[in-house]
Antibody, heavy 122, light 107 residues
Framework: QITLKESGPTLVKPTQTLTLTCIFSGFSFNINGMGVGWIRQPPGKALEWLALVYWDDDKRYSPSLKSRLTIAKDTSKNQVVLTMTNMDPVDTATYYC??????????????WGQGTLVTVSS | DIQMTQSPSSVSASVGDRVTITCRASQGVSSGLGWYQQKPGKAPKLLIYAASNLQSGVPSRFSGSGSGTDFTLTISNLQPEDFAIYYCQQAKSFPLTFGGGTKVEIK
């Protein structure tokens, strides 16, 4: 059974750095092609893909947020950490950890965490 | 980035109806298109991948079609549990991008 679970602060102040952790089970980074990423969703709005790290440590970022994001994996702990700097109220959203399913060069998300709501406010 | 545009933004329908949602990509994505269903307070669920392939466990009343820039999700014989928001996602290139969503509401 594949599960992913996000953890981190529910409230951060503007200009602070957000650190979110995803702990997963049921699969491993030791598998060729495996990856874990992050997607967010502001209240009442659409989904926005943020970042992805592959089994070989290849990383992909949203171009519009790349300067603020860092994604890292810990294979031994089945864990992925996302940091986002200089948080702003517009970054208030539910942040999802996600496992992509990639085939023929295309990637979909077949497993999602439950999501964690992060509010940015002073 | 590839922009994804869904229409309509909302649709009212009754149980048993057939509902069609369209998604247009700003550039061709071949068959690299997925559809997701999201219910309130829940994470999205993958329904269809590669434009027309049904994800395991998804009822056959859901179907997808299209290629290139124009895609369609059809829900036949709408059931009470199908009232939700539906999103398309282009899977062809990074950054992966989603449409704005279509809310299927009860008439």
């Amino acid at each position: 059974q594949i599960t992913l679970k996000e953890s981190g602060p529910t409230l951060v102040k503007p200009t602070q750095t957000l650190t979110l952790t995803c702990i997963f089970s049921g699969f491993s980074f030791n598998i060729n092609g495996m990856g874990v990423g992050w997607i967010r969703q502001p209240p009442g709005k659409a989904l926005e893909w943020l970042a992805l790290v592959y089994w070989d440590d290849d990383k992909r970022y949203s171009p519009s947020l790349k300067s603020r994001l860092t994604i890292a994996k810990d294979t031994s702990k089945n864990q992925v950490v996302l940091t986002m700097t200089n948080m702003d109220p517009v970054d208030t959203a539910t942040y999802y950890c996600a496992r992509p399913y990639c085939r023929s060069g295309s990637c979909y998300v077949d497993y999602w965490g439950q999501g964690t709501l992060v509010t940015v406010s002073s | 980035d590839i922009q994804m545009t869904q229409s309509p933004s909302s649709v009212s329908a009754s149980v048993g109806d057939r509902v069609t949602i369209t998604c247009r990509a700003s550039q061709g994505v071949s068959s690299g298109l997925g559809w997701y269903q999201q219910k309130p307070g829940k994470a999205p669920k993958l329904l269809i991948y590669a434009a027309s392939n049904l994800q395991s466990g998804v009822p056959s009343r859901f179907s997808g079609s299209g290629s290139g820039t124009d895609f369609t999700l059809t829900i036949s014989n709408l059931q009470p549990e199908d009232f939700a928001i539906y999103y398309c996602q282009q899977a062809k290139s990074f950054p992966l991008t989603f449409g704005g969503g279509t809310k299927v509401e009860i008439k």
